[in-house]
Structure formats: structure tokens, C-alpha cells
């Protein structure tokens, strides 16, 4: 493993990081925003990496997304993960904003990322490809905004599925509370344990290509081009 190597490891890293840990934060932000305090007074709107950390999603998660698919013979894997989740109360935020600001809530992680990797994409058109000439720390820069490009986008996708147990699923429980269409919301959290069963039958089947391969490089072209 070369030192290329070596940086594109650690701009993943750090990338991954910058995208799960402002997705969660976002969360609870919005939360705050409407009343509850819940993020805030546990110390979940801050920076700092280790309160935030899943060994699952920020570690297990990503290495065999990462690494499986190479050693499979597939030329790189994408980095997926998440960060512990940021508490929140929904009841107080529903008091306060109605289904609408739990929607926001659901969708504020997404358009997190949405908005991080647009900049990264403005920052990427911006800059020079590096040569064997630029500094290592140029070369880490560079890699760092491809990786925030690339896994904001990931990231963004597959939260915005109706996983259960996702933001999108999130999202569309709350919208059909606020149409009284009980019955929606019910089967979402009845079937929240099973999605990381979803997540990987996505991920082991054809069905990562429609659902997740077709939708990111569809946003990727969006943005780039």
C-alpha cells in the first residue's frame, strides 16, 4: 500500500466522518429549533467525533462496504455508515411545529448532505487535478472533497429510501399522520427492526442497482455537470 493509498484512506475517513456526524447533528438542530432540548442537553450538537461514534455504523459498517467489494475483485467499494443516533423528542417537536416540523426533522440529515456534497462538487470543478508535483497535503485535499462528494451523495440516497428505521421512512410516517392515515405510520414502526435486514438484501442483491447505484449516479451527473 502506497501513500496514494494511504490518503485516500484517510480522506475517506475524514470525509465519512464531516457526513454522518453533521447529518446527526442536523437532527437535532431542527429538533432544537422547535423546543426540544433533548440533542442539546445531552451533548449531541456538539463537533466532537467520540460522542458520536457507533462501533456498528461509524466502524463495522463502513470497512465491509469499503473493503468486501475489493476483495471480490470490484476495482473500490463505496464507504456507507452512520453515527450514533441524536436523540429527540418527537412529541415536543410535534407540540410545537405540528407533522410539518417533524418532517423537517426527518429531512434535515438529507439536505445536509445534499448541501455538502453540492459544495464539494463546486469546490472539485474548481481545482486542479493533482500532479506528482503538489504537495501531500494538496493531494489529501483533493481526495477529501472527491470523498465528500461521493459519500454526502450515498448517504443522501439510501436515507432518503423508505427503509424503516431511515429518514425517509421517518419522513413518510409523519406525512401520513398528518392525513390521518394511521395505518402507514403503524407498519414503519412495527417493521424498524427489520431494516438493517432490508439494507443489507439491498446490498447483496440486483436491487442495489435501481435503488441505490441508478439514484446516485443520477444526483452525481446532477451535480457535476
Do not use: C
Request: glycine residues 6%; charged residues 10%.
Amino acid at each position: 500500500m502506497n501513500s496514494i493509498d494511504l490518503l485516500e484512506i484517510a480522506a475517506a475517513v475524514a470525509a465519512l466522518l464531516v457526513a454522518i456526524i453533521g447529518h446527526e447533528i442536523m437532527h437535532g438542530w431542527v429538533a432544537y429549533k422547535y423546543g426540544d432540548h433533548t440533542a442539546k442537553d445531552s451533548g449531541r450538537l456538539s463537533i466532537n467525533p467520540l460522542i458520536h461514534i457507533d462501533p456498528f455504523g461509524s466502524i463495522l459498517v463502513p470497512l465491509m462496504t469499503y473493503f468486501i467489494p475489493m476483495l471480490l475483485g470490484a476495482s473500490s467499494g463505496f464507504l456507507f455508515g452512520w453515527a450514533k443516533p441524536v436523540p429527540v423528542n418527537t412529541r415536543t417537536v410535534i407540540r410545537n411545529g405540528g407533522y410539518n416540523a417533524a418532517m423537517q426533522v426527518s429531512l434535515a440529515g438529507i439536505v445536509y448532505n445534499l448541501f455538502m456534497a453540492t459544495l464539494a462538487s463546486i469546490l472539485l470543478v474548481s481545482l486542479a487535478e493533482p500532479t506528482q508535483s503538489d504537495s501531500l497535503m494538496y493531494v489529501f485535499g483533493y481526495l477529501f472533497i472527491i470523498k465528500l462528494l461521493l459519500i454526502n451523495v450515498v448517504l443522501a440516497v439510501f436515507n432518503l429510501l423508505p427503509i424503516p428505521g431511515f429518514d425517509g421512512s421517518h419522513f413518510l410516517s409523519y406525512l401520513a399522520l398528518k392525513y390521518r392515515i394511521r395505518a402507514v405510520a403503524e407498519f414503519f414502526a412495527k417493521a424498524e427492526p427489520y431494516g438493517m435486514i432490508v439494507i443489507i438484501i439491498i446490498l447483496v442483491t440486483p436491487l442495489k442497482i435501481p435503488l441505490v447505484i441508478w439514484p446516485i449516479e443520477i444526483v452525481l451527473n446532477l451535480l457535476l455537470h
